[in-house]
């Protein structure tokens, strides 16, 4: 059995178990969730979060590309989304390395979004949300950082500023 | 509350709970799984996967861009991933759209990778993903189409061919 027959009978027990399913497309709490693709993981549960709830957003590192940004335009323009979380964490992957390292490792001669330190990539990220012009209808913006040993998140960037 | 204030009291829940969680950041079944921000999606549990056995790349439509390359050059090199499935849905938001008007809707500039057809548009993403030279590494890669209402997926192009 091949590893895509395995996922195709995977699906046939989903679709017989018929889970109960969200029917409308708008994030309920017009809530975006940005993290990264790390297998241990469980964006939604996290942050006490349901199915239908807010949009998922993952890539390598949990970082703002141009590609976050695309999506999030449709997220806000189109879907409602009106609050963006941004939830990189610790053992990351793109910590501790650099782009020279990953060039030489990968032999991909592009800009990989490494991560030197977690306060200052979140900060930064926060900050190119908040300057994007096409995302001007989001009241409030988040960085967290999420421990993978505990599941513990610590709120380390935030938009507007005060409490 | 804030949102925000849900969202670190619904990490407090999380955090009290201990829910097991997988330790090793690479995924078991070496496997990557691409889709959709889509609030309505499941991506494991529509795949009968657990989590620790993929890593998980979510943008609007499922896209393969240049980020989600990005991504996947990790996942391969530096995270011994070898299969790639590329998701996308029906009733999709960037399906029966276009640059122009998603253009004229959000002000942004930018390609919004929208679906004019779902068989073509995973087909293209397959082909990227195949002629990307640092992604040489991959034995198999498929694309599926997911239907929303009922939660089963369908094959939709997928390399190497044959069965």
Redesign the interface.
């Known amino acids: 059995m091949?590893?895509?027959d395995?996922?195709?009978?995977?699906?046939q027990?989903?679709?017989s178990a018929?889970?109960p399913?969200?029917?409308?497309?708008?994030?309920?709490?017009r809530?975006?969730l940005l993290t990264c693709?790390?297998?241990?993981i469980?964006p939604l549960?996290?942050?006490?979060?349901g199915?239908?709830?807010?949009?998922?957003?993952?890539?390598?590192g949990g970082r703002v590309?141009?590609?976050?940004?695309?999506?999030l335009?449709?997220?806000v323009?189109?879907?409602g989304v009106r609050?963006i979380?941004v939830m990189q964490h610790t053992?990351c992957?793109?910590a501790r390395t650099t782009d020279e390292e990953?060039r030489r490792?990968?032999?991909?001669d592009?800009?990989?979004?490494p991560i030197g330190d977690h306060i200052k990539a979140l900060q930064d990220d926060i900050d190119r949300l908040v300057s994007s012009?096409?995302l001007h209808f989001v009241h409030?913006t988040?960085g967290?950082l999420l421990d993978?040993e505990?599941?513990?998140?610590r709120?380390v960037a935030?938009w507007p500023g005060g409490h």
């Open positions: 091949t590893e895509l395995r996922l195709l009978e995977g699906n027990r989903y679709v018929d889970t399913r969200p029917k409308d497309a708008p994030p309920r709490r809530l975006a693709m790390d297998t241990r469980d549960a996290v942050l006490g979060l199915l239908g709830e807010a949009h998922v957003l993952r890539n390598a590309t141009g590609d976050v940004l695309r999506s335009v449709v997220s323009h189109v879907l609050t979380v053992q992957g793109l990953l490792r990968t032999g991909a592009i800009d990989f979004y012009g096409p409030a988040a967290l993978i505990t599941g513990a998140v709120l935030k």
